[in-house]
């Protein structure tokens, strides 16, 4: 285990251009990226895709860049007098959105017509009466991606190098809509909060992604390049070509005749059976000269005996 560093004694001129530089946090910029059931459920109460896709992100006035943590178990005993804890699990922690609502009330409208599909109501009347049915939908019809992206103020688009930390959110949806309190006090802007729930994120350029061999359908547990960013290439197994016995008359008739066929296959592979590629009958009654009259007359598995 090397040595700690010593501290070091800076200049102030030498390190003031290192804190000029630092990021503020009120550069920032939400996106949704809503499926078509999400989009036609707002198109029905009159939000359009524009409204979605351009303005509903620049209304967000506060949010956070997400974080994670680690479900860990603890390890007792693999080593004397050492109790370890390592993880199993990843934990992402629940993103909250602060939405300045419109005077058309679009934002909240959305975000309702969102909730409902993830639960919608059914019945024969209008959804006031007491009969009605709720129901849950399936995950992929109210899942979608969302992403937030924060920069700093000397950021442009056709300046090359500028710095962007992306986060995408993957199967995002509003886990909770908060209470909206209202007053007769002094005006101010309305807000609504939006918790979102998701199955993980990852920040472009940064999260790394490895290729495990274990999705082709072989085990990857004793694979050295398990993690390795290359390509898999499964094997390409060539067989193995073998020179195969000619086939002969050795075992019937004593002696070692060629097929006259020209057929390299041997003989005991293909000559079982009474009815087989060629009968032993001729070759346990006539003797040799029947043998090679009968396979004169053998033609291309036909059942020849010398008798007939």
């Keep these: 285990m090397s040595r700690p560093r010593m501290p070091k004694k800076y200049a102030i001129d030498d390190i003031r251009s290192r804190f000029q530089t630092v990021a503020i946090d009120n550069k920032y910029q939400a996106f949704f990226k809503p499926n078509g059931n999400i989009y036609d459920a707002a198109s029905q109460i009159g939000i359009d895709s524009r409204f979605i896709d351009e303005d509903l992100g620049l209304y967000v006035s506060d949010a956070v860049l997400p974080g994670s943590s680690f479900a860990d178990i603890e390890i007792a005993g693999d080593r004397q007098g050492i109790t370890e804890r390592v993880p199993f699990s990843r934990l992402y922690d629940d993103v909250t959105f602060t939405f300045m609502v419109d005077n058309e009330y679009k934002v909240m409208r959305f975000f309702e017509s969102w909730v409902g599909l993830v639960n919608p109501l059914y019945g024969t009347t209008s959804a ?8 849950l939908n399936y995950p992929k019809k109210y899942k979608c991606d969302m992403a937030i992206a924060k920069f700093n103020k000397d950021y442009s688009m056709n300046r090359k ?3 962007v930390l992306l986060y995408q959110f ?3 949806w509003p886990f909770s809509i908060a209470s909206t309190p209202v007053n007769y006090q002094g005006g101010s802007v309305l807000k609504l909060n939006v918790t979102f729930r998701y199955t993980r994120y990852f920040v472009y350029d940064v999260t790394t992604l490895g290729e495990r061999a274990g999705r082709y359908g072989s085990s990857d547990s004793d694979n050295w390049f398990l993690g390795n960013k290359r390509p898999y290439r499964p094997p390409v197994y060539t067989p193995e070509v073998t020179k195969e016995e000619s086939r002969t008359t050795e075992d019937y008739t004593g002696q ?3 097929w006259p ?3 390299t296959t041997s003989e005991r592979n ?3 059976g009474l009815f087989g590629w060629l009968p032993r009958i001729p070759f346990f009654t006539d003797g040799k000269d029947a043998a090679e009259k009968n396979l004169e007359k053998t033609n291309n ?3 020849r005996a010398p008798f007939f």
Excluded: P, V
């Design 261 to 263: 066929d020209g057929t």
């Design 256 to 258: 070692a005749t060629a």
């Design 170 to 172: 993957n199967e995002a």
């Design 301 to 303: 598995g036909t059942f």
């Design 128 to 135: 006031s009466t007491s009969n009605q049915t709720m129901t």
């Design 270 to 272: 293909l000559n079982d």
């Design 161 to 163: 190098g500028g710095i």
